[in-house]
């Protein structure tokens, strides 16, 4: 607003003293003041200057644009993490418990009965199939071992996961990077994360994923590199959600990132986030 009305105020004197000075030639000259060379001049001044003002002014305008589109986005975000929390924590604790329960029953079902119906034996083995889906489902949505186990074991176990499902080898070394950010930018980083290695896995073909974390006194340097498809295209905006997304999730928490992608010689992710 200071900046804003210091560019008034100039632009208020300017056009004050052309005022003044065209009264006195006005007063002056013995010719219409329209065909002199100072009319023509002042003129182009005037111009100029309203022009700049409605530069400045555009710029202003886009500026506060794209600030209010930035804090859009990131409510957004805000309001998914809440309502994955809520979700999450209505899956493990409601419906993980009762299923829970009710296979604690069929257990008990099984050892009593000498000979246990097929069925029950079946239905044994779906409800233990679905509370593990289920707990699958809820860490996705929101990760809650982050506040039991820590972001390091929690990216630990991820990449484990991540391995055993889809057969791609992790090469890693990760430097223990608990408590150094706030737990808002935890979680913001781990679904980066999560993102990047969950696109490896469904999209670049992968064999062979290196992951690297470095610690430092300022930033955390994560390192992700495949051996995958690649692409030629590196523009985030036409690369979908998923890479738009995290490019807002990394804004959020003030990192800048750098990939590079060679077709058929896979890609190389590079983050760097400044610690609290």
């Known amino acids: 607003m200071g900046k804003r009305s210091g560019y008034v105020w100039v632009l208020f004197m300017l056009l004050t003293i052309l005022v003044i000075d065209g009264y006195y030639q006005v007063q002056s000259s013995p010719v219409p003041i329209w065909q002199t060379q100072w009319f023509f001049w002042r003129m182009c001044a005037v111009l100029l200057i309203v022009l700049g003002a409605l530069f400045y002014y555009y710029i202003e305008a886009s500026k506060k644009k794209k600030k209010e589109l ?9 309001q998914q993490e809440s309502e994955w929390k809520v979700i999450a924590g209505e899956l493990h604790d409601s419906i993980g418990q009762n299923l829970s329960a009710i296979n604690i029953f069929l257990q008990q079902e099984l050892k009593n009965t000498p000979e246990p119906s097929p069925k029950v034996i079946e ?13 699958r489902i809820s860490q996705r949505l929101y990760p809650k071992q982050i506040e039991r186990l820590g972001l390091t074991v929690s990216i630990e176990a991820m990449i484990e996961r991540i391995s055993s499902a889809s057969g791609i080898s992790f090469t890693c070394k990760i430097d223990k990077i608990d408590n150094i950010l706030s737990r808002e930018n935890e979680v913001q980083y781990f679904r980066v994360v999560q993102e990047l290695l969950n696109n490896i896995m469904k999209h670049s073909g992968a064999k062979s994923v290196t992951f690297n974390v470095r610690k430092s006194v300022m930033f955390i340097v ?16 036409k690369l979908g959600f998923g890479l738009i997304n995290i490019d807002e999730r990394l804004r959020m928490i003030k990192a800048v990132y750098e990939f590079n992608s060679v077709k058929g010689k896979g890609t190389n992710f590079k983050i760097t986030v400044p610690v609290k």
């Open 70 to 78: 930035e804090e859009f986005k990131e409510k957004i975000i805000e």
């Open 222 to 237: 994560t390192e992700i590199t495949d051996d995958g498809v690649g692409f030629e295209n590196t523009d985030p905006a």
């Open 123 to 135: 239905a044994s083995s779906l409800v233990m199939e679905t509370v593990d889906e289920v707990r």
